[in-house]
């Protein structure tokens, strides 16, 4: 940015909010640069400025709610990170009811930045001359009700993959540096294990309104943006606000038929699989009969044979900032 883009900048986010919350993710690529720069700028400016990390997930906790009680009004929220630090950090908003007195700025600093890309950001600069208009937009999240040992309740902004995909993402967690380059190795990897082995399945019922099934799958995906991992096409014409729930369940394929399928995914035309069913719901229950890995944006979770998951859309759950709208 220029100094006299800087300047309007610093302006424009003073006029909006006396106070900021800064958050980075230390092992994003550009998080800690980006925001080292971004800091300066807003400590030079006078503001009030509180930071944390999301390498300790219980002080960002802390931090939100300690903000929620203080001060009243809208607060400005900036992460620097990808999709796993927004995860941590819409997690901790929601879960410390600070939601409807929060804004929150993502700024793509990670690997994927399906979350970003879903607002119209492309681009740190994208995201901070956003800042200047601070275009506003309540997205909606996925609600996720874990009934296993113990509840647990959680959110998801993104996207929860089961079966295959969950383990193609724990198995990825070996080559993040070199981000969705290392995704898409252990996916590759994963597709010849299965020509010589067998694509594996997991057990699960599956119930919604429009759709209840129950048997071994490959894997299921229940979506609130329409793309994920930069290229995968998982749901056509989803909109991170239309208090839909898309759902894609892949059912046992060999190996040359999945790879074909998970061509189409990358065209958005996976509906046109014969072993690949989609729909569109507002809830819906799910319950593991095997053990199971799952991914929620991007993060990796094991859950035991027997957990029940309920996945339900929060409508207009959260402020964000937004690219404004193309004009025709």
Same mark, same amino acid.
């Given at each position: 940015?220029?100094?006299?883009?800087?300047?309007?900048?610093?302006?424009?986010?003073?006029?909006?909010?006396? +106070?900021?919350?800064?958050?980075?993710?230390?092992?994003?690529?550009?998080?800690?640069?980006?925001?080292s720069?971004?800091?300066?700028l807003v400590?030079?400016?006078?503001?009030?400025?509180?930071?944390?990390?999301?390498?300790?997930?219980?002080?960002?906790?802390?931090?939100?709610?300690?903000?929620?009680?203080?001060?009243?009004?809208?607060?400005?929220?900036?992460?620097?990170?990808?999709?796993?630090?927004?995860n941590?950090?819409?997690?901790?908003?929601?879960?410390?009811?600070?939601?409807?007195?929060?804004?929150?700025?993502?700024?793509?600093?990670?690997?994927?930045?399906?979350?970003?890309?879903?607002?119209?950001?492309?681009?740190?600069?994208?995201?901070?001359? &956003?800042?200047?208009?601070?275009?506003?937009?309540?997205?909606?999240?996925?609600?996720?009700? =874990?009934?296993?040992?113990?509840?647990?309740?959680?959110?998801?902004?993104?996207? $929860?993959?089961?079966?295959?995909?969950?383990?193609?993402?724990?198995?990825?967690?070996?080559?993040?540096?070199?981000?969705?380059?290392?995704?898409?190795?252990? &996916?590759? +990897?994963?597709?010849?294990?299965?020509?010589?082995?067998?694509?594996?399945t997991? +057990?699960?019922?599956?119930?919604?309104?429009?759709?209840? +099934?129950?048997?071994?799958?490959?894997?299921?995906?229940?979506?609130?943006?329409?793309?994920?991992?930069?290229?995968?096409?998982?749901?056509?014409?989803?909109?991170?606000?239309?208090?839909?729930?898309?759902?894609?369940?892949?059912?046992?394929?060999?190996?040359?038929?999945?790879?074909?399928?998970?061509?189409?995914?990358?065209?958005?035309?996976?509906?046109?699989?014969r072993? =690949?069913?989609?729909?569109?719901?507002?809830?819906?229950? $799910?319950?593991?009969?095997?053990?199971?890995?799952?991914?929620?944006?991007?993060?990796?979770y094991?859950?035991?044979?027997?957990?029940?998951?309920?996945?339900?859309?929060?409508?207009? &759950?959260?402020?964000?900032l &937004?690219?404004?709208?193309?004009?025709?």
């Amino acid at each position: 940015m220029t100094n006299p883009e800087k300047r309007r900048l610093v302006d424009r986010i003073k006029t909006i909010e006396k +106070r900021m919350l800064i958050i980075v993710n230390p092992m994003s690529k550009r998080g800690p640069q980006i925001a080292s720069g971004v800091r300066s700028l807003v400590r030079r400016a006078g503001m009030d400025l509180e930071e944390t990390s999301t390498d300790h997930p219980d002080d960002i906790g802390s931090t939100v709610e300690f903000w929620s009680r203080r001060f009243g009004g809208s607060r400005v929220i900036m992460v620097f990170g990808g999709d796993g630090a927004v995860n941590q950090v819409v997690n901790n908003v929601m879960l410390s009811r600070s939601n409807k007195n929060v804004v929150l700025v993502p700024i793509p600093a990670g690997t994927a930045n399906d979350f970003c890309r879903a607002l119209g950001f492309d681009s740190v600069e994208s995201s901070l001359e &956003a800042m200047v208009d601070f275009n506003l937009r309540s997205v909606d999240l996925i609600k996720i009700e =874990v009934d296993g040992p113990g509840r647990q309740v959680k959110y998801c902004s993104n996207i $929860i993959g089961l079966g295959v995909d969950g383990d193609i993402a724990m198995n990825s967690q070996k080559y993040s540096r070199f981000g969705v380059v290392g995704y898409w190795y252990a &996916a590759v +990897r994963q597709a010849t294990i299965a020509i010589f082995k067998g694509v594996d399945t997991y +057990r699960m019922k599956i119930k919604a309104d429009t759709f209840e +099934r129950e048997g071994a799958f490959i894997g299921t995906m229940f979506s609130n943006i329409a793309t994920y991992g930069k290229s995968l096409n998982i749901a056509p014409g989803a909109k991170i606000n239309d208090g839909k729930l898309y759902v894609t369940v892949a059912h046992p394929m060999n190996a040359i038929h999945a790879f074909f399928a998970g061509l189409l995914v990358l065209k958005g035309q996976h509906d046109k699989s014969r072993t =690949v069913d989609t729909f569109v719901c507002t809830d819906v229950e $799910i319950e593991l009969l095997d053990d199971m890995n799952a991914q929620e944006d991007g993060e990796v979770y094991a859950y035991p044979k027997g957990t029940k998951i309920h996945l339900t859309v929060e409508k207009g &759950a959260l402020n964000v900032l &937004a690219a404004p709208a193309p004009t025709n």
